[in-house]
């Protein structure tokens, strides 16, 4: 009986947690995203996290598109070949490539990789009191931990997606012509005709979108960890769900924003 | 009458329910090594972090040369702490960065020094805490405990602050190696001038780097003296404490 007529305050305080986690995170990416623009910079800072993201995020999400792109030529051949419309396979290829995979698939294993690290490493900074020695050297831990790696995740994850782009329709390609029996001229000559500028837009701006959500999240709980290993543990994981959910969410606002009519 | 160096007046910090920081009333003299003792969750550690502004306390003043760090504005605020340097209990090193980058880094951060001079005063420091120019180019994690301890005492000075703070200077060192370090840190505030503050459970750490002393129990002061009477204070709680004798005034919450 008391625990029917608690319902009502424990979800009321649920939604309040929610909506001030919500708000704490917005506040801490605006607190961060405004320090990108205020000197001092750390430029090298900036770069090694450039560089961590992109260039080392490169082979996982470079094989995540190619396979992602070889699976939907092969999967889209089989179902439009019941309706005798396998000659819009390149066309599928290239739609569902560059508007929704290469984006959400480079997010998601960006979220993994780099979202994790980024939050296992701020969190051991936390429970070991660096992020607190650094205060006391009189640095900022927002301009200096923060601002480089939200404005890493924002640039780098366009240029990734830019790659996977290219590397999916590449696999589609190559499954297309080698399996499938696809003339390559009129595989390519069909993918050029049908991609439009509001696609590939659509695709680095998901890019974008994305990479700033995986730093934010990777920041914000790793920043605010608690409680030793364990704490980082469950910043880490927190990390990896909150950005990947994050990263679906906005796939389809980002969508219905460009595409709906 | 002098001006305290650090003037701490009514201060208060709860952590929810837990009132951890009951009225803190302390005076600390330009110059003098003040020694702060207090069972685990005393609110020592809270005491610090309150005066470098690492967390707000609910009530009371801290100044700090007069200057009450409250109701100065932010410029001054920051100006004042940063004339504090802190020796966090574990080092508080920065992975990310070799020996002689934590040596040098408040002052590069703080771009009173490029990197080349940085390097040069970084040797510097490490040679005033007995470490080799050669141990700069090593990451914190090839360091044993005691060399950290050493690296973290050359970070605080690097910029020759006016205050010292040690959380737990000699924790987890051997004997040997805990008087080395607290040798290190007197010659430190003596080279310096500077005024410090020492929180420890060690009592012989205690006895050779303080002039004075002080206990908090229950979030408050209870007794201030000189750190020569640690051991034979006349106060039964601190008497308890100093002596590690199981009975007495102070009892310790344990769950049965």
């Not at chain 1, 030529?73 to 569902?96: D, K, P």
């Not at chain 2, 003037?7 to 920081?21: C, T």
């Not at chain 2, 002689?100 to 001079?117: D, I, K, S, T, Y």
Request: with cysteine; proline share 3%.
């Amino acid at each position: 009986m008391n625990a029917v007529a608690d319902l009502p305050g424990a979800l009321g305080r649920l939604v309040l947690n929610f909506l001030g986690a919500i708000g704490s995170t917005v506040l801490f990416g605006v607190s961060g995203l405004s320090h990108v623009v205020r000197p001092p910079f750390y430029g090298r800072l900036f770069w090694r996290s450039f560089i961590d993201f992109a260039y080392f995020s490169l082979p996982v999400v470079a094989m995540t598109a190619i396979f992602s792109g070889m699976v939907i030529a092969l999967q889209s051949y089989t179902g439009f070949a019941r309706y005798g419309a396998t000659s819009a396979v390149a066309n599928i290829v290239l739609i569902s490539v560059v508007r929704e995979l290469a984006p959400v698939l480079a997010g998601l294993m960006v979220a993994g990789r780099v979202g994790a690290a980024m939050a296992a490493e701020l969190g051991t900074m936390r429970v070991t009191d660096q992020i607190d020695a650094l205060r006391t050297l009189s640095t900022d831990p927002m301009k200096y931990l923060i601002a480089p790696r939200l404005l890493a995740g924002l640039l780098a994850l366009p240029l990734l997606v830019l790659v996977a782009d290219i590397l999916g329709v590449m696999g589609g390609f190559l499954v297309a012509t080698a399996k499938l029996g696809f003339s390559s001229h009129s595989y390519l000559t069909n993918s050029v005709n049908f991609l439009h500028w509001n696609d590939v837009l659509l695709s680095l701006v998901k890019g974008a979108v994305f990479g700033l959500l995986v730093s934010l999240m990777g920041c914000y709980h790793g920043f605010n960890s608690r409680g030793g290993a364990q704490g980082v543990g469950a910043a880490t994981t927190s990390a990896v769900v909150s950005a990947s959910i994050l990263i679906l969410a906005f796939d389809y606002a980002l969508t219905e924003l460009f595409f709906a009519r | 009458m002098t001006t305290p160096k650090i003037r701490i007046r009514g201060l208060k910090k709860s952590f929810g329910d837990k009132v951890v920081l009951d009225g803190i009333d302390l005076d600390i003299a330009p110059g003098t090594s003040m020694v702060v003792i207090g069972g685990s969750g005393s609110g020592k550690s809270v005491l610090l972090k309150c005066i470098l502004g690492l967390i707000e306390p609910d009530a009371g003043s801290i100044e700090i040369d007069g200057l009450d760090l409250a109701r100065a504005d932010r410029a001054e605020r920051e100006a004042a702490r940063g004339e504090i340097g802190m020796l966090f209990q574990n080092g508080a090193l920065f992975d990310s960065l070799n020996v002689w980058e934590n040596v040098a880094f408040g002052l590069m951060a703080q771009g009173r020094m490029g990197r080349a001079q940085g390097r040069a005063h970084a040797a510097s420091m490490l040679a005033q805490v007995g470490l080799a120019e050669s141990v700069g180019d090593l990451s914190p994690a090839e360091l044993s405990g005691g060399m950290q301890k050493r690296v973290a005492l050359a970070r605080a000075i690097a910029s020759q602050p006016q205050i010292l703070f040690f959380d737990e200077p000699t924790t987890g060192l051997d004997p040997i190696m805990g008087a080395v370090i607290d040798g290190l840190i007197v010659d430190c505030v003596k080279r310096l001038g500077s005024t410090a503050i020492a929180i420890t459970h060690d009592m012989a750490s205690a006895k050779r780097i303080g002039d004075q002393a002080a206990m908090l129990f229950d979030g408050r002061v209870i007794w201030q003296d000189s750190a020569d009477r640690l051991l034979e204070s006349g106060n039964p709680m601190v008497d308890q404490f100093t002596h590690g004798r199981r009975d007495g005034p102070i009892h310790m919450a344990l769950r049965k």
